[in-house]
């Protein structure tokens, strides 16, 4: 067999990833060469909020657990990150109480991103354990109130985070490229985890937890490894959010920011990394135009006051009516296969 | 350190924390939604308020719009937003919930504004009574009079009429009530206003402590009420109420005995106390009948 025919060979078992990948790449180039810097802009902050999507997928894809918490871990590594490569005479002028150890801190920023990923794994591994044997509305609860407890944290530890001001100075590194280069990594490592042992595992107990852990599953192990790898996924991501932003508060990792990441989540449907995917791109080409339509609005000063909150209302109806006519997402919990096109389309999963 | 300011205070912060988890509790056993979107009915309420002071409305009319508009906005929302979810996966109810709390939010900060606005309330409210020797704002007292008053109201509609037995039931095992031939779309309905109701006069409490309402309002009772009714037991209102008060009291205590520089992080204690809970009693304070399985 040559080269090429086993290139295609493997491109048609992987079509998943192949087909999500090839033209992220394509439309990357595309908008480096072409584009405007605003585009350029808009496209990498696609690229980072997919990483952070995905990170949240491979959890509740998965698992079929809601999860309110991965935000949390995106603060994790966007904070770790953030205080790693920052440098001290910035650190010291900043944040007045930092710990003079982490002041003195500095290592470069690619090792510090990694750094931030691997900190809210161990974190994520360190309080999840008992958590992973909550399913439903406790689990999801449970999952709500360590958000909360993380967020208290962030706006407290003033000696860290530099409390509820705003942390400022990180420098700048996330390029397009390099988020691009995340985003992909991201793919590969959540269709990697998908197709694994382990990952069927996991998407065995979503299912059917009782038929799952009747065949010798341990759920709560194989949620574990889940989560601890979409922690490991939502800090990374978390660390190239923050050398793309440069200057963060805790604010950025609450609801609002959780809201916006559940809706991606949920429109394009969070059991495919296809859906994950999908819904990235319709909410931020939404956003995107929205956010022009309101400032458009406010710029054009036709009211007599100024329009706040607006894409925030129509993104949330947008996402009722999702919800309304397809619960399952856009794609409906299927991911994207060249079989598909030659066949019938499957019927889908209903979910009762 | 426990006299009778502390048992006074105690009290009332149980009695409005209880009559906030109650609201929360009546859907969750019907529906099992945690409803996201109850902050922002408290939040209406102080909304209704204001307006209603701008209008110059009568002290007892206004509290009655407030009330009325909590209860109003409770029931949209369910007939708009949860009814056509609710069929589907519960994973949908959460979301939507979520999308109408952020609604309801950017609708006031759309059509109010994203400041703060004072709310002008009766001037009893304000009042300060001694008794034993305590300085109490008699704010306190009325919460507690009327909490008594509504749960009392509340427990004789769930015991002895019709609509109250078929929300009991229906919050036991839906799919058998409605066998019984109990039309879900009026059970459902039912506790959305009456969770409403409770939002409303708990949300009139709520403002009038702060004296202002911002479109935030929502978030820290529903908090607060999530809280309670995951450590009474959220099976049944009487948790909620126990749930309530044991809240109370373990503020007020961590209020007094945190050192202060911790006190920053009471927040933090008290979702760590309900992760806990969860954890190794899930069913809450009050264990009570028939609860879901949740061990994966």
Known sequence: ?352 | MINLEFVINTLSLGSLYALLAVGLVLVYGILKLVNFAYGEYLMVAGYAIYLSAIVGAPWWATLIIAVAASMLVSFLTEIAAFRPVRTKSMDALLVTSFAVSIFLQNVVLLAVSPRARAVPLPDFFSKTVVIGGAVLPLRNLLIIATTAVVLALLSFLMKKTVLGMAMRAAADKFTTTRLMGVPANFVISAAFLISGFLAGVAGIFWVGRSGSVDPLTGAAPLLIAFIATVMGGMNSPIGAVVGGFVYGLLFNILSITLPASMISYRDAFMFAIVVLFLLFRPEGIIRRGYTEERVG
């Open chain 1, 1 to 352: 067999m040559s080269i090429i025919q086993r290139s295609l060979e493997w491109a048609r078992k992987h079509s998943t990833a192949v087909q999500l990948i090839v033209p992220l790449i394509l439309v990357g180039v595309l908008v480096q060469m072409f584009g405007s810097s605003l585009l350029v802009n808009v496209y990498t902050f696609f690229c980072v909020s997919l990483m952070m999507v995905l990170g949240v997928q491979v959890f509740m894809g998965n698992s079929g657990i809601l999860s309110f918490l991965h935000v949390g871990f995106v603060g994790v590594g966007a904070y770790a990150s953030g205080i790693l490569s920052t440098p001290p005479a910035v650190k010291a002028m900043g944040v007045p109480n930092m710990f003079q150890t982490l002041v003195d801190l500095q290592i470069p920023v690619l090792p510090a991103i990694l750094l931030g990923g691997i900190v809210a794994a161990i974190i994520a591994a360190v309080i999840s354990y008992p958590m992973m044997r909550l399913s439903d509305a406790v689990g999801v609860i449970t999952l709500f109130a360590t958000l909360i407890v993380f967020h208290v944290i962030m706006t407290q530890w003033d000696n860290v985070t530099n409390g509820p001001r705003t942390f400022f100075g990180v420098p700048e590194y996330t390029t397009l490229t390099v988020a691009l280069v995340g985003a992909l990594l991201m793919i590969v490592l959540a269709y990697w985890f998908r197709e694994s042992s382990m990952g069927l595992r996991v998407r065995a107990s979503r299912d059917d937890r009782h038929a799952a852990a009747a065949t010798g599953i341990n759920v709560v192990r194989a949620r574990y490894a889940a989560f601890v790898l979409s922690a490991l996924m939502a800090g990374l991501a978390g660390g190239v959010w923050a050398h793309f932003i440069t200057s963060f508060s805790p604010k950025a990792f609450y609801m609002s920011e959780m809201f916006v990441l559940l809706s991606m989540v949920v429109i394009g449907g969070a059991g495919s990394i296809s859906g994950a995917v999908i819904g990235t791109t319709v909410v931020t080409i939404a956003r995107e135009v929205l956010r022009q339509v309101e400032a458009s609005i406010n710029n054009a000063h036709v009211l007599s006051f100024e329009v706040f909150g607006l894409t925030e209302l129509v993104m949330a109806i947008l996402m009722v009516a999702v919800l309304i006519w397809r619960p399952q997402g856009i794609i409906g919990g299927q991911e994207l296969k060249l079989s598909r096109f030659k066949f019938k389309k499957k019927e889908e999963v209903s979910n009762v």
